[in-house]
């Protein structure tokens, strides 16, 4: 044999034996592709349930409602502003002080104001000098008429400087309350109690009239602006109860709806709602809330919605029932909750008294046996039972 030969007998072996493991590999995967689903089918046959893992469908009140989300707000809150153009002397409160109604907050420059009263004060008892000579004139003119000495017509102008003496004392008087309301509204005082939110001026600053001084929130009242989408306003009614959680808070607030606006906003076209909220000391103005608003309570065949499978084109429960598993399609109602737990309401598909299974049990196959794991008993019964079975 040459060695040509010999290269070609070679090759022809490897290609074999090459072509003989492919064939075994390939025979090998198809088996343990057939045992996989034949293991998966009688892993699955029967399956072994926690009754926590049951769920009775049962008729309870379903509460109908709507997700809502906005800021606390204070119900009442003010701006004070300076209603002179002065210099602030002093401002005697910084955020998070407590005043009260009619509290001294500031006091501006009170120098021009006391020189402006003291001028219009002169300038009111000069008109009233005035006056009394015109008084006095117009009484020497009507004795001096009766007597005929002068003419009805120098009667009638002593009369007209009279009245106009009286016109500028007037107009001094007025002159002189403005100037004494100008030298009062030097000093700023709270127009409602509550807390300092914002201290928007510094002593020693020249504020224009208009200035924002200080801003005052009331937290004894607090309020949320919810939008209502359109569907749901119509059922919304003054008085609807609300559960809110509070950013940074743990425990849920409540509230109630106080008003609805008549109008909806333009562009969203939803209607806002007023929710005054309980009063709590952790709440402050401008914290953001979620919640949940009732609008309407009603009795109903519920599950909980961590029950309902919606893996295939109609939503559908897994019921146990004869110890065997069963899907049954659902007809649905109205979505709520109960004790804070998110149900739907089931209007065909189930009865009263059925048990389904919850989602901790995952997706189970029509039917697949079902067995109750048994329950370990309590320490002190076993004790018991020892210490009988040693006697």
């Known amino acids: 044999m040459t060695s040509r030969s010999l290269r070609w007998l070679l090759a022809l072996v490897a290609l074999s034996l090459l072509g003989f493991g492919i064939a075994r ?25 926690a009754p926590q893992d049951l769920i009775t469908v049962s008729r309870q009140p379903l509460a109908r409602g709507i997700e809502v989300s906005g800021s606390l707000k204070a119900v ?20 998070g002080d407590a005043v009260r109604p009619g509290q001294v907050l500031a006091q501006l420059d009170t120098t021009e104001f006391d020189w ?44 007209s400087t009279e009245s106009g003496a009286q016109a500028t004392l007037q107009a001094a008087i007025a002159a002189v309350e403005l100037a004494r309301k100008a030298r009062a509204d030097a000093t700023v005082v709270a127009p409602i109690g509550g807390m300092v939110s914002q201290r928007l001026a510094q002593a020693g600053e020249r504020v224009a009239v208009d200035a924002k001084l200080i801003e005052i929130v009331d937290l004894s009242q607090l309020e949320v602006e919810a939008a209502i989408p359109p569907e ?9 109860p609300a559960r809110l959680m509070v950013d940074g808070s743990s425990e849920p607030q409540t509230a109630k709806v106080v008003r609805i606006n008549p109008s909806a906003q333009a562009g969203s076209r939803v209607v806002p709602a007023y929710l005054a909220v309980q009063p709590h000391p952790s709440l402050r103005q401008g914290l953001f809330v979620r919640g949940w608003v009732e609008l309407e309570r009603h009795d109903a065949l ?6 309902l499978r919606t893996d295939q084109a109609r939503p559908y429960a897994i019921r146990v029932a004869a110890g065997r598993t069963e899907r049954r399609v659902l007809q649905l109602g109205a979505r709520g909750r109960i004790d804070g737990t998110e149900v739907v309401e089931v209007l065909g ?18 039917g697949v046996t079902v067995r109750m794991a048994a329950t370990a008993p309590a320490a002190g019964t076993t004790a018991a039972s020892s210490a009988a079975a040693s006697r």
């Open 116 to 159: 402006k009263l003291r001028q219009a004060e002169q300038q009111a008892a000069a008109a009233k000098s005035q006056l009394e000579i015109a008084q006095r004139q117009l009484a020497n003119n009507k004795a001096l008429v009766a007597q005929g000495f002068i003419s009805p017509t120098a009667l009638e102008t002593s009369i």
């Open 349 to 366: 598909g189930l009865v009263e008294g059925d048990q389904v299974l919850g989602a901790a049990a995952g997706l189970v196959a029509s």
């Open 302 to 307: 519920v599950i909980p919605t961590s029950a």
């Open 232 to 240: 749901d306003a119509a059922s919304l009614r003054v008085g609807n």
């Open 25 to 49: 590999a390939i025979q090998t995967r198809k088996a343990a592709s057939a045992a996989i689903p034949l293991a998966a089918s009688s892993a699955v046959s029967q399956i072994e349930l």
């Open 76 to 95: 009442n809150s003010a701006v004070v502003k300076a209603k002179v153009a002065a210099e602030l002397q002093s401002l005697r409160v910084r955020e």
